[in-house]
């Protein structure tokens, strides 16, 4: 089996900070680009309700949806352990093949295993409105997006089957 291709996303955070991920792709059709972040690095553990949902050596299950305004990690701890699915606000991905740029907007939604959903990083993204590095539009289309994402896991259609179809196990499978 050859090596799956790669990616390499663009993540910026206003106003200065970005980061380079390098994922593999294991699943791609019009709607959807799913990849998969191996053995991350996360010291300190990034806790949620303080509860780990990543640490060191922890694997993501990316889910990119073409002109989306979020995408969607199913979190895994070190031990393959599933903590839960972290919805990530963003402008849509520019996507140049397999270079992709990306602008966090703060906000995040938290699907527990429970079935809980929080709204998270609320105060970072008050702060980045109140500073000016996230305009009146977009501050109000990231607003607009988290919110939608939570009605839409009260009415059970949140978050797509295929985050659910594309396992930890499924992705790495697709890689061998």
Not at 2 to 23: C, G, L
Not at 147 to 164: N, Q, T
Request: aromatic share 10%; net charge negative; proline share 6%.
């Amino acid at each position: 089996m050859s090596a799956p291709e790669r990616v390499q996303i663009h993540y910026k955070r206003p106003p200065d900070r970005e980061q380079i991920f390098d994922q593999a792709v294991v699943h791609e059709d019009v709607d959807v680009i799913v990849t998969l972040a191996e053995a991350m690095d996360f010291d300190p553990p990034k806790r949620i309700q303080g509860e780990i949902a990543l640490e060191t050596g922890s694997s993501v299950v990316w889910f990119t949806f073409p002109g989306m305004w979020h995408d969607i990690g199913r979190f895994h701890r070190a031990d393959s352990t599933f903590t839960g699915l972290y919805a990530n606000v963003l402008t849509p991905p520019e996507i140049d093949r397999r270079t992709w740029h990306t602008t966090d907007l703060y906000l995040d939604v938290w699907l527990s295993t429970t079935g809980e959903a929080l709204l998270l990083d609320e105060d970072e993204f008050q702060e980045a409105v109140g500073r000016g590095l996230i305009d009146e539009k977009t501050s109000t289309r990231a607003r607009w997006e988290a919110d939608s994402i939570l009605e839409r896991v009260k009415d059970g259609s949140w978050p797509p089957a295929i985050v659910h179809e594309w396992t930890l196990d499924r992705a790495r499978a697709a890689i061998g």
